[in-house]
């Protein structure tokens, strides 16, 4: 099953779905923790973004796909107090994209 239909089953897609009660209990269980986790992000990302503010040098990682504000400020705070040479290998890409 997708990642996609997991995120939108309910738990009686879950009950319906799975007929031992282990199962079940292990969906529910489940979904209950996305949902409290979406939310709880959701809720961490707006008090950050109110905070955050994009220096005009990172705003060029915003058109590669998958990046979006939160984690331009992440690389952003990472290169200030690291440096850009000592920025984890994965974000190498992302950082070419700044020249």
């Not at 007929?19 to 950050?48: C, D, P, Q, S, Y």
């Not at 992440?74 to 107090?81: G, L, R």
């Amino acid at each position: 099953m997708p990642s996609n239909e997991i995120k939108n089953l309910t738990e009686e897609d879950v009950e319906a779905r799975f007929k031992e009660e282990h199962l079940v209990i292990a969906g529910r269980a489940n979904i209950a923790t996305m949902r409290f986790l979406k939310e709880r992000i959701t809720v961490i990302e707006k008090a950050v973004l109110k905070k955050a503010k994009l220096r005009e040098d990172y705003i060029k990682l915003l058109t590669v796909p998958g990046i979006g504000k939160i984690l331009v400020n992440c690389f952003a705070h990472a290169v200030s107090h690291n440096g850009l040479d000592k920025v984890h290998r994965c974000c190498l890409p992302w950082a070419l994209r700044l020249k």
